[in-house]
C-alpha cells in the first residue's frame, strides 16, 4: 500500500471511529468525546493561524469565550433556536477576529503573541463586569439540546452526532481551503514573507482573514461547548484555555489538519487521569507528560503516525507525486522567518 | 474512489448494527444506583486546589466521620464510600465533576458540595437526574427558598440572611440606635447578607448611613475601608470572605476607627482570618458561630468534642483546630442520620428523611437543632450565638438566637 492510501484510510479509521463512539461508551464517556470533538474544532482554528499561517495567539481562548456567551446568551436571553446560534457566533467572533486583526497585523510574532495575551487575560474580567447581562461570576445556565423524537437516540448520543456533524464540517472547510490557491498563499506567508509578496500575495489581508477566519472557528466551538456543558462562567475561560489551544496543537501536529483530534483527546483526557493519580499533583503530572511528548514526539501525534506509515510503506513503492508538500514540511519554522517556499 | 464509498457503507453499516438509540433505564421498581446491601456511594465535588483550597478541610473533616461510623459498622451494615473530586472552585469544573459522580462513578447521592456559584451550575442538571444534592457547603439563602422547585437540593447551615438577622437582633438589643457603615462583597454572597441585613433592620431605629463594596478579584479594600471611617458610623459590619475580612480588621485597627466591629461567620476563622490580620487588631470583634470552637479552651473536655478530635487525628491529617473540619463532621453527622432514617433504600426516601428532621448534632453548640419539615421549612439550621474576641479566643454572648425564615416563601 502505497503511503498515500494508508493516509486515507487512516483518516476513514478514524471516522468510523468517530461515528461508532457514541453507542460504544456509557453517557459520561460520550459527553467527554463531545468536548473532544468541540476542542478539536478550536484547535483547528488555531493551527490555521499557528501552523498553517506562522502567527502565534495566545488568545484563543478569549474567541472561544465570545462564542460560548454569544450562544448561551442568544439561547437564554433572546430564545433564539440553539442551531441558528452556531454560525451567529462563528460570524461574532470572525467579525471580533478580524477588528483585533487589523490593527494587529502590525505586530508579528511575539508582539502578536502577546497582545493577544492581554485579549485573554481582560475578557474573563469584562465577561465579570458586564453582569447585567452575563450574570458575573455566576454564570449562566442553558438548556442544552435534546434529542428529538423521531430520532432513536438518548440525548448525549444525540449531542455527540449533532456535534460530530458540525465538526466534520469545519474540517472538510479547513482541508479544502488549504487545497486551494488561498491555503497556498497562507503557506507562502508563513514560508517566507517578502518571497510570498513578490509573487502578488497581499501579507495584510491574507493574514488578517486568516486570523478572522481562526477566531471563527474558536468562535464555532464555543456554541458548541455551551451546548456539551450547558453552562458558562468566566472561569471556564481563563488563559489556561488559550494556553492548553496551543499546546494542544503541537502535540497533535502543527499544520496539519487531523491533528486537531489528537490533540483535542491529549487535553481532555490528560488532565482528568493525572487527577485520578493525586489530586494535589495534577498540574504536575499534566506538565511532566507534556514535557515528555515534546522530548519523544517533537512533530506530534501526527508526526508518530506518519513516521509509522512510512515504515510501513517502505516497499519500493514509486515515488509518491508530491501532491500534499505541506503535510510532509517539518512545520516548525518559527513564525515569520522560515525555510523559503520552495516549490508550491 | 471505490475504497471511499465502501468504507462509508461499512460506517453506516456499524451504524444501524449499533442499534441506533442506548436502552435507556426505566428506573422504577429496581433499586436506586450507588447503594447495596454493603455500599452506599456518595459523591462530593471540593476545592482541593485554587485560590479557595483552604475550604479542603471540609472535605476531611466528612472523610473522618464517615471513617468513624465505617469502623463502627456502617450504617446498617453499609460502608459509606465517599468520592471525592476537585473542581478548583470553578463552576464549569464542578459541572464536569457532578456528571462524572452521577454518570461514571454511579453515585447515590451528592453531598456537601461546595461553593454558591458552584452549586447553582449544577442544581438544574442534579434536580433533572433527580439525585439527592444535599446539604450543599454554602450559605446562600436560595437553597431554601423553594423547595417545590429544586426538591433536591438542600443547604445545611444558617444561611446568610438568618446570620444578618442575628445581627440585626443584637444590635436592636444593645445598640439600638446605632449607625452602621457597611463593607460587602459585590455578589450573590454579599448581596445576600446586606439585603437580609436591611429587611431585618426594617421597624428598627437602626440604620446604615454608609456602603462601600469590593469585587473579588480586587486586590485591597483600603480605600474602601478610608470612605468607611469617615461617616459618622458608630458599628462596621464587615460583609467578606477571608482574605478581605483579614485586610478590613487590619485597616480598622490602622485608621484607629472607633466603632463595634461586626465580621461575618465566614470570616471569623482564628487561623486564617485573626492571626494573619493580628490579634491585637481583633480584641473585641463580633461574630456568629453555631457550632462548638477547636480551637477555645472551652469546649475542651467536651464529649462530642473530644471524639472529633480523635477521629480527625485517626483517620485524616486535618489540623485539629482548623474550624472547617468541625463544619465537615457536622453536615456528615446529619446525612448518617438521614441515611439511618430511610424507610427503604432510594433516593426518593433519602430526601423524605432530609426533610423531615428533628436532631441534635452534638458537635454544635447546645440549643441549636437541625430542623427541617417538607416543603414548609428548608433551612435545615437557623439559630446562631454570637461571640465575641477577647484575649486569645472567641467567647460566646448571651443566648443562642432563634431566626427561623418567616413564612411563606
Not at chain 2, 455500599?39 to 482541593?48: L, Q
Not at chain 2, 445598640?175 to 446586606?194: I, S, T
Request: net charge negative.
Amino acid at each position: 500500500m502505497s503511503e498515500r492510501k494508508l493516509r486515507l484510510a487512516g483518516v476513514w479509521a478514524l471516522v468510523v471511529l468517530a461515528l461508532l463512539v457514541p453507542f460504544l461508551f456509557g453517557p459520561y464517556r460520550v459527553g467527554q468525546f463531545t468536548l473532544v470533538l468541540v476542542y478539536a474544532v478550536a484547535i483547528l482554528g488555531l493551527n490555521l493561524l499557528v501552523g498553517y499561517n506562522g502567527q502565534i495567539s495566545l488568545g484563543h481562548g478569549a474567541f472561544f469565550a465570545l462564542g460560548a456567551y454569544t450562544s448561551a446568551l442568544l439561547i437564554e436571553k433572546a430564545d433564539v433556536p440553539y442551531l441558528l446560534t452556531v454560525p451567529i457566533a462563528g460570524v461574532v467572533t470572525f467579525v471580533g477576529g478580524y477588528l483585533f486583526g487589523v490593527p494587529a497585523l502590525r505586530l508579528r510574532g511575539l508582539y502578536l503573541a502577546l497582545g493577544t495575551l492581554g485579549l485573554a487575560i481582560a475578557l474573563p474580567q469584562l465577561i465579570k463586569r458586564f453582569d447585567g447581562l452575563t450574570e458575573g461570576t455566576q454564570g449562566l445556565t442553558v438548556e442544552q439540546p435534546t434529542s428529538p423524537s423521531w430520532l432513536p437516540f438518548a440525548d448525549d448520543q444525540f449531542l455527540y452526532l449533532l456535534t460530530l456533524l458540525v465538526a466534520a464540517i469545519m474540517f472538510v472547510a479547513a482541508w479544502s481551503l488549504m487545497r486551494s490557491q488561498a491555503g497556498r498563499a497562507i503557506k507562502a506567508v508563513r514560508d517566507g514573507e517578502i518571497p510570498a509578496s513578490t509573487l502578488g500575495i497581499n501579507l495584510a489581508s491574507t493574514k488578517t482573514r486568516v486570523f478572522a477566519l481562526s477566531a471563527g472557528y474558536a468562535g464555532v466551538a464555543g456554541a458548541l461547548y455551551v451546548f456539551a456543558i450547558g453552562f458558562v462562567a468566566p472561569e471556564a475561560f481563563t488563559v489556561t484555555v488559550s494556553l492548553a489551544f496551543l499546546a494542544a496543537i503541537v502535540v497533535g501536529g502543527l499544520a496539519t489538519i487531523v491533528g486537531a483530534v489528537f490533540g483535542a483527546l491529549f487535553i481532555e483526557f490528560v488532565p482528568v487521569y493525572a487527577s485520578d493519580v493525586n489530586d494535589a499533583l495534577t498540574g504536575v503530572i499534566y506538565g511532566g507528560v507534556l514535557i515528555l511528548f515534546m522530548y519523544l514526539l517533537p512533530d506530534g501525534a501526527v508526526g508518530l503516525l506518519r513516521r509509522i506509515g512510512k515504515l510501513v510503506a517502505r516497499r519500493p513503492a514509486a515515488p509518491e507525486p508530491e501532491e500534499e508538500e505541506e503535510e510532509r514540511r517539518p512545520a516548525v519554522a518559527p513564525p515569520g522567518r522560515g525555510v523559503p517556499a520552495g516549490k508550491t | 474512489m471505490r475504497r471511499s464509498v465502501w468504507v462509508l457503507l461499512l460506517a453506516m453499516a456499524a451504524l444501524l448494527i449499533a442499534g441506533c438509540g442506548r436502552d435507556e433505564e426505566d428506573g422504577g421498581g429496581e433499586a436506586d444506583p450507588g447503594i447495596t446491601d454493603e455500599e452506599i456511594k456518595i459523591g462530593g465535588s471540593y476545592p482541593f486546589s485554587g485560590p479557595a483550597s483552604a475550604y479542603r478541610s471540609i472535605a476531611e473533616g466528612a472523610k473522618a466521620y464517615f471513617e468513624k461510623v465505617n469502623a463502627e459498622g456502617g450504617v446498617d451494615g453499609r460502608e459509606i464510600n465517599f468520592i471525592t473530586l476537585d473542581d478548583a472552585y470553578e463552576p464549569p469544573k464542578a459541572v464536569q465533576n457532578a456528571r462524572r459522580l452521577i454518570q461514571q462513578e454511579q453515585v447515590f447521592a451528592l453531598f456537601n458540595t461546595l461553593g454558591t456559584p458552584n452549586n447553582v451550575a449544577i442544581w438544574d442538571y442534579v434536580n433533572k437526574q433527580e439525585v439527592p444534592h444535599v446539604y450543599v457547603a454554602t450559605g446562600a439563602s436560595l437553597w431554601g427558598a423553594d423547595p417545590n422547585s429544586h426538591p433536591w437540593t438542600i443547604g445545611w447551615q444558617p444561611d446568610y440572611v438568618t446570620e444578618s438577622q442575628v445581627y440585626a437582633d443584637y444590635l436592636d438589643q444593645e445598640k439600638p440606635r446605632a449607625k452602621v457603615a457597611v463593607l460587602y462583597q459585590n455578589d450573590a454572597f454579599g448581596e445576600d447578607l446586606l439585603n437580609g441585613f436591611k429587611d431585618a433592620i426594617k421597624g428598627t431605629d437602626i440604620e446604615i448611613v454608609a456602603e462601600e463594596s469590593y469585587e473579588v478579584t480586587d486586590p485591597t479594600v483600603s480605600s474602601q475601608m478610608a470612605k468607611l471611617a469617615n461617616s459618622d458610623a458608630d458599628t462596621f459590619l464587615n460583609i467578606t470572605t477571608p482574605k478581605f475580612g483579614a485586610q478590613a480588621i487590619a485597616a480598622d485597627a490602622k485608621l484607629g476607627w472607633d466603632v463595634l466591629h461586626i465580621i461575618n461567620n465566614v470570616s471569623a476563622s482564628k487561623l486564617l482570618v485573626l492571626e494573619p490580620a493580628g490579634l491585637d487588631a481583633s480584641q473585641g470583634l463580633v461574630s456568629t458561630t453555631y457550632f462548638k470552637d477547636p480551637a477555645g479552651p472551652d469546649w475542651e473536655d467536651d464529649a462530642a468534642m473530644k471524639e472529633y478530635k480523635s477521629a480527625v487525628g485517626k483517620y485524616s491529617r486535618l489540623n485539629p483546630e482548623d474550624p472547617f473540619g468541625v463544619f465537615g463532621w457536622g453536615a456528615a453527622a446529619t446525612l448518617v442520620e438521614a441515611l439511618t432514617n430511610m424507610k427503604e433504600p432510594t433516593r426518593e426516601a433519602l430526601m423524605e428523611a432530609v426533610r423531615n428532621m428533628q436532631l441534635k448534632v452534638p458537635i454544635l453548640l447546645p440549643g441549636i437543632e437541625v430542623k427541617t419539615s417538607g416543603t414548609q421549612d428548608g433551612y435545615p439550621i437557623e439559630a446562631m450565638q454570637i461571640q465575641r474576641f477577647e484575649g486569645e479566643n472567641w467567647k460566646l454572648v448571651g443566648d443562642v438566637i432563634q431566626a427561623p425564615h418567616s413564612g411563606g416563601s
